[in-house]
């Protein structure tokens, strides 16, 4: 158990919809990382924020947003889901950013998006 | 922009032997960090072992170490006495850091262990 807890588990949705997915970080971790893992696209880093701000975005389609909340627990949001959409997305932490000690993300449960 | 490549997309070992996935790299920086991760038919993401660019001496936790070559941009996985809960997809991963903190992945290597 890396400490990172994701929910839900497994969403399943139809296209069009909008979904939120869940994520709180280990103790003490200030800065959370998305990560959306799909057959034809691998492991890809969508977005990252540190202490409430966002700090880096990746791959990230308009479609979804994210914010980090006063707790640290993170949301991300996709809407308008397309088939291609379905996906494992990850959330990861770490303790934070710009140490110089190399931040290790531990990784969460993941939650699996299917679209219909 | 910064790679990383797994060349094998499966390997094979038998119970108990030892097996090597190979990873290389690609970047201009000269501090930054490498690891491996484990991901099992739960599809969980387990850290396995962490090596900082700045280090000679490569990183070991019990069967797993690794062979860093800096100068080649080489991150070799060495799994010792293999055993069947090693069975897994393992990504190598880079990070450097700076105004960016995220994950730079392979595509991974499907490692199979065979009784």
């Known amino acids: 158990d890396s400490g990172v807890t994701q929910t839900p588990k497994h969403l399943i949705t139809a296209t069009g919809q909008r979904v939120t997915l869940r994520c709180s970080p280990r103790?003490?971790?200030?800065?959370v990382y998305w990560y959306q893992q799909s057959l034809d696209q691998g492991l890809q880093f969508l977005i990252q924020?540190?202490?409430?701000?966002?700090?880096a975005k990746g791959n990230i389609l308009e479609r979804f947003s994210a914010q980090q909340f006063p707790d640290l627990h993170s949301e991300l949001n996709l809407s308008s889901l397309e088939l291609g959409d379905s996906a494992l997305y990850f959330c990861?932490?770490?303790?934070?950013?710009?140490?110089?000690?190399?931040?290790?993300?531990?990784f969460g449960p993941g939650t699996r998006l299917l679209v219909l | 922009a910064q790679t990383v490549t797994q060349s094998q997309p499966e390997m094979s070992v038998q119970e108990a032997e030892t097996v090597t996935l190979s990873c290389t790299y690609d970047?201009?920086?000269?501090?930054?960090?490498l690891f491996w991760y484990k991901q099992p038919p739960s599809r969980q993401m387990i850290l396995v072992i962490r090596?900082?660019?700045?280090?000679?001496q490569n990183a070991t936790e019990n069967r797993f170490s690794v062979n860093f070559q800096k100068a080649a941009k080489s991150f070799s996985l060495k799994i010792s006495d293999s055993q069947l809960g090693d069975a897994a997809m393992y990504f190598c991963?880079?990070?450097?850091?700076?105004?960016?903190?995220?994950?730079?992945f392979g595509k991974g290597t499907k490692l199979s262990v065979k009784p």
């Open positions: 970047t201009s920086e000269s501090d930054y960090y």
């Open positions: 991963a880079y990070y450097y850091g700076g105004s960016q903190g995220n994950l730079i």
């Open positions: 090596q900082e660019a700045y280090k000679q």
């Open positions: 924020y540190y202490n409430g701000e966002e700090r």
């Open positions: 990861a932490s770490s303790v934070a950013v710009g140490t110089g000690f190399g931040e290790t993300q531990y």
């Open positions: 103790s003490g971790d200030l800065s």
